[in-house]
């Protein structure tokens, strides 16, 4: 099984959970196209089939008997620049796709037609059973609404991750116009954590409340003196003035405080930025954090100018749902 890609850290823009909808499939006889872009890791269901034949977790097409090739549709949760993409045919083995290809499209007033003009922004590239294919994709200059997911001929795919950038048109936000520069839809994204045992720091940023105690950041029961932590940076350069911090679901496991230190930072690894974080200006001293609650600061927030990444710190583990940075972009 490949290695993760580093393109990983980026925004899935086909997440379900962001809207991404698999909107037309040539065939999806044995699995259903909406399974594809799923955001929960492929199951197996041993001994389960339904009217078709064998449940599978993802999308398969019967076997093709003449010409052609299938391919499906997604119109992604949020516009964007792609930056790779992951074609995961975990538990697939004598059923998945020799090859595949994609094509993304620019078609921001709805959805493509037989006019529609498509590029491709990856070749045919050769697919092994029940294994993940990481691809770069070299696209910087066109941001897409929508991929077309070819498979030749025939076959099944678990999952596929277009990881990108979404893109957005600052110049149209007002510097007057309150957002939460960390959310997900306007560019924000975590970076690096010391832990995240329990529950993806990716979590922390997505839209509205968590939804069960997986939907958020959660490290190990710490054994050893410190605090975990995580970084995150904002969509684009601003000033915070309000911060919401929610434990949503963390009843017996939200850390005892949470503070965030923030910084403008310009460049450097980010193994550079795990040590340069420690000395980063505090945004929003330690809190004391309750369970299952929402927990709001303002006369709290320091005002440090404008800023790019912040350092979310839990003391001394356990976990958080969401963490909300409002305020205007520069």
Known sequence: MSKEADFC?????????????????TDDFFADKSRLIKDEPAEWKEDVYDDNGKWMDGWESRRK??????????????????????IDTTHFTGNFPPSASI?????????????????TILHSVTLE???????????????????????????????LRVYGQPHIDWSTVSTEQELDLLAVENGGKA??????HFGHMY?????GRGVNMGDG????????????WVVMQLGHIGYVNRIVIDTAHFKGNFPDKCSIQGAFVKGGTTEQMATQ??????????????ADAIHEFTEEVANLGPINTVRVNIFPDGGLSRVRLFGNRK
């Open 191 to 196: 970076v690096l954590c010391n832990d995240q």
């Open 129 to 159: 059973g029940n294994s993940h294919h990481f691809h770069a994709i070299d696209c910087k200059e066109y941001d897409f609404t929508h991929i077309r997911f070819n498979i030749y001929p025939d076959g099944g795919v678990a999952r």
């Open 217 to 228: 950041w959660e490290t190990a029961r710490r054994r050893e003196p410190g605090n975990d």
């Open 277 to 290: 974080s420690l000395y980063w200006q505090e945004l929003l001293p330690p809190q004391k954090m309750s």
């Open 9 to 25: 850290t980026a925004v899935n823009l086909a997440s379900a959970r962001l809207g991404a909808e698999v909107i037309y499939a």
């Open 103 to 119: 094509d993304g499209c620019y078609c921001p007033d709805g959805d493509p037609d037989e006019s529609s003009e498509w590029k």
């Open 203 to 207: 979590n922390l940023n997505m839209p």
């Open 65 to 86: 008997r003449g010409e052609g090739y299938d391919y499906c549709v997604i119109r992604l949760g949020l516009r964007g620049y792609v930056h790779g993409v992951d």
